[in-house]
């Protein structure tokens, strides 16, 4: 059964700061893998996604994140954040081979608050 | 591109009323569609999957004659509480995709049942 952790509920950062958002994903093949970000009573805006190839994605908003099979590791990254990105992010696994109906598992989520 | 439309975005219903909810893709086929479940401070729970013409898929624990879900073309889905009660009180929210595997998601439908 494919996983997702997130270990980090809440995580606290000045603005101009750097960020980084941990995720370790459990999936018996090669896993597609992606991160969503959503704002109080929105839906989810995807910010990346890896598929294959460059293990190093870049995605929207100037956010980035870099795949490693050795340590199950997804971690969302941005050298420097903004006070609008402010919200809570998602990191999710789906079957590279489209199995499961392409179904995606969410992690819990970690809220990113930024100070001014 | 790759929007997907939800309607409403806020509903407030009596308990032992069915209430239901459409997922629109505007600008794409979507060849399978997902409904969530999100609680507050919690993450997205995958309730069903639907693919065009067929019935739904749903995941375990999640009761079929409550939550109907209905996906009769390929730019539509609907999902229908029925007999709705106050612990159905939720942010519902859908996704689409087509022919890749990325998942296009909806704003949500705030569901409050009295």
């Known amino acids: 059964a494919q996983s997702v952790t997130q270990p980090d509920i809440h995580i606290t950062v000045s603005e101009g700061a750097s960020l980084e958002l941990r995720c370790n994903y459990s999936?018996?093949?090669?896993?597609?893998l992606f991160w969503y970000v959503q704002s109080p009573g929105q839906g989810l805006q995807l910010l990346l996604k890896y598929f294959s190839g460059d293990t190093l994605v870049q995605g929207i908003k100037g956010f980035e994140a870099e795949f490693k099979r050795s340590q199950s590791s997804f971690n969302l990254r941005k050298p420097s954040v903004h006070w609008s990105d402010a919200a809570e992010y998602f990191c999710a696994v789906g079957g590279g081979s489209g199995g499961s109906n392409y179904k995606l598992t969410f992690g819990k989520g970690t809220l990113l608050t930024v100070n001014p | 591109g790759a929007v997907v439309s939800q309607h409403p975005s806020r509903v407030i219903c009596k308990s032992g009323t069915s209430v239901k909810i459409e997922c629109r893709s505007l600008d794409f086929q979507a060849t399978t569609m997902f409904w969530y479940r999100q609680f507050p401070k919690k993450s997205l729970m995958l309730m069903a999957t639907s693919n065009e013409g067929s019935k739904a898929t749903y995941e375990q624990g999640v009761e079929k004659d409550k939550f109907l879900i209905n996906h009769a073309s390929l730019t539509l889905s609907t999902l229908t509480v029925t007999s709705a009660h106050p612990e159905d009180s939720s942010f519902y929210i859908c996704?689409?995709?087509?022919?890749?595997?990325?998942?296009?998601f909806g704003p949500g439908t705030r569901l409050t049942v009295t």
């Open positions: 996704s689409a995709r087509s022919y890749s595997y990325e998942q296009y």
């Open positions: 999936y018996g093949a090669t896993p597609y």
